[in-house]
């Protein structure tokens, strides 16, 4: 199935704005789910994390904290993660719900086209359950990528804090393409916050909100699968005379 192509950035030409590298470090920026085993620096990771900590937040109060694996320790918990899994996949849940119950339009339409690309992609077909919990199985390995983090908030603080973890995130995300490395955040690890609390010494207090994988792309996984609604979908504009 060939990946969908869209223009993410219009030139710019009608208005006189020119695409600039921020634009480019955004629009370049994909879950990635294919990683290979190049090694990213200890030193590269805390330059992404420096960057990153200066995303804003409410009263400054910077309400995240982040767990950083590599080599054994991220060998540990992968296993851990495919083990629990394997054995006992309904036995674990995350302490925030992260979808609806039920989900009106547009947004059924908008993930259910997200299965048909993903999966389509993959030569999954949509009943084979089996493959696709061999694919879901590959989120605990961190998709192969050399660095995996645990991403934690404070359960504390309110709603308007998750807010800030979200800017936090995309911040961090958006550093990480500027390295000329990619990303892909992923929920689903706060299923296993009963086996990562133990493992990575998390506090009572901090709630495992997602992980994120993290390394250079394989080169099939560089080009963008998903696409992004048009700015009418979601913009409103008012008083403006053009």
Aim: glycine share 8%.
């Amino acid at each position: 199935m060939p990946l969908r192509e869209e223009v993410v950035i219009d030139g710019g030409g009608a208005c006189g704005a020119a695409r600039n590298p921020i634009d480019d470090v955004i629009a370049s920026r994909l879950s990635c789910r294919q990683f290979s085993d190049s090694p990213v620096a200890r030193s590269t990771i805390e330059q992404i994390l420096r960057v990153a900590r200066f995303a804003p937040s409410g009263a400054n109060i910077q309400p995240w904290h982040v767990y950083v694996l590599a080599g054994a320790a991220k060998t540990e918990v992968s296993a851990a993660l495919l083990h629990a899994y394997e054995r006992e996949p309904s036995e674990h849940v995350s302490e925030y719900q992260y979808y609806a119950t039920e989900f009106p339009e547009p947004y059924l339409s908008r993930r259910q086209e997200f299965g048909r690309l993903f999966y389509g992609s993959l030569g999954i077909e949509q009943s084979d359950a089996a493959a696709r919990s061999r694919q879901t199985a590959k989120n605990f390995a961190f998709f192969g990528a050399p660095v995996g983090l645990i991403v934690t908030i404070d359960r504390r603080l309110a709603m308007g804090s998750w807010l800030d973890l979200g800017m936090f995130i995309q911040t961090m995300m958006l550093a990480v393409v500027g390295r000329g490395l990619q990303s892909c955040p992923q929920e689903t690890l706060a299923k296993y916050h009963r086996i990562l609390r133990p493992m990575l010494s998390i506090p009572a207090e901090q709630m495992v909100a997602c992980g994120i994988s993290m390394g250079h792309p394989r080169e099939q996984a560089r080009a963008r699968l998903m696409p992004r609604a048009d700015l009418e979908a979601f913009a409103s504009f008012e008083g403006f005379e053009n």
